[in-house]
């Protein structure tokens, strides 16, 4: 068996060295792994001829239990009794605590008459300089990994503290956005609705660090555990066409969609987020031209495709951009317009996780294409929903609760609150269209339990989680639940509300 050591090049240099010494063309060192005498570096000599000399040197290493040199004079076969190259002359290696770890060997007769004692002196030495060596290079491996170790430490408690922190972090963002949306429809003066404006664009760009940072604590964590069902794909593709088209319009581009009614098996909301940082990173780099959004379809599977005329990825530069905080120089200086370089790294992993393909085609100066491939699925049956429902809305945070009912409220909603479920009015519960309730922390499983017990099996029931809640927990699969991820936009909050209604209808 052969040990390759990082030192390799050092080892081969000191056994050119003793070989040089007692004038002789060939070394061997030997080091002992798990208690067997191993072939760890050679001079002049191939593996086979090395391989040859593996029982003599056995043999010969139990002499070397001290300093000093053993010599082919000390050997009891007799000359002839094997074949190959011949042991001359061997010195043990020892460690910085004196622990034995192999042997230092020289191959053959030497050139000189005989040697003197000098040489075999100077022999004993280079084996000390090889045990230095071999110390030396286990003691910086050991700091190596125990520098590993704690870099691994330090990001597990840091995506722990992240994962754990969500719930908290996301809180006062998602009342800022439900108080702006509803701020925005009440003022008609230009120079407010600019305020609001400003105001909105500056929490967008913090959330977005906060977003960014926590989806990656989640991804890192395994916190994340996708809730797979048919979607429309061509749904959550025009979403994102009508969030993307005014900056590409503002940009003189021209934002292209080839319509796709396909069903796919996939997370919704995790193939959103996804598209969402394929799409806005296209439009953002693309100074000229389009970016056009498409599907294809590839036995039972749909690639969904990102087609853009920007100014293209390198080859030797493509694998870099999945990863985090990464922008590919030559665009410009880092800023907050451009990204904060974790979208193609939330996207991979998010990729990763669910089984799906993600890829990138491009030509320097031509564009780029990204894509993701994701399984076919049966398309479900859809139904109308009614413009005006009533709502049961559930929630222990004030603040939330007030937010979201004048947001339902401002939508002609009837909604009736409550604290807790228990805490919600019979006739309420017997007459809701739809039951929203937040949920703090853990315990969404007992939540749709007693809401269940209350509001009967018929009865749609939305739950309000943190991203890493129990959503995507195994306990909540498959169960009949609607689930909506904080932070979420109004627009999120209609889109589910919808889907939600339109299961309970098709139900019947």
Known sequence: MSVTLPTGRALTGLLDLAAHVLGAPAAVLCLDVAGTLSTAATSGLDDAQAEALGPDLMALDQLLEGPGVVTRS???????????PRIFAG?????ADRVKLGSLWIIDRPSKPEPDRAAFESLSRIAGLIGLEIAEQVAMDGRLAAARAEAERAT???????????????????AI????????????????QSLVTRIREAVQSAELLLTSLLELSSLDAGNVRPAVTAVNVGEILEKMIREFEPSALEKGLRLRYVPCATEVETDPLLLERMLRQLIGNAVRFTKTGSVMVGCRHRLGRVRVEVWDTGPGIPDEK???IFEEFVQLPGMGPRDRGRGLGLGLAIAERTARLLGHGIDVRSRPGKGSVFSITIPRAEAPERAAVADTISVVLIGGDPVQLTSLRLVLENWNCSVDTAHSAEQAEPEAIA?????????MGGGGTAVLESLRGRAGS???????????????VSDLEGADVSVLSRPFAPVNLRNVMEAALRRQVSGR
């Open 74 to 84: 000390r050997q009891n076969n007799a000359p002839g009794s094997w074949r190959g």
């Open 91 to 95: 010195a043990a290696v020892f460690g």
């Open 156 to 174: 597990q408690a840091k995506s722990k503290f992240l994962s754990s922190a969500n719930h908290d972090l996301r809180q006062p963002y998602q």
């Open 177 to 192: 956005h439900l108080f702006l949306h509803l701020l925005g429809s009440k003022i008609s003066d230009p120079g407010q």
């Open 318 to 320: 493509r694998p870099a």
């Open 431 to 439: 007459s809701a269209d739809l039951i929203i309730a937040e949920v």
């Open 458 to 472: 018929r009865t749609p029931i939305m739950l309000i989680m943190g991203a890493s809640g129990p959503e995507r």
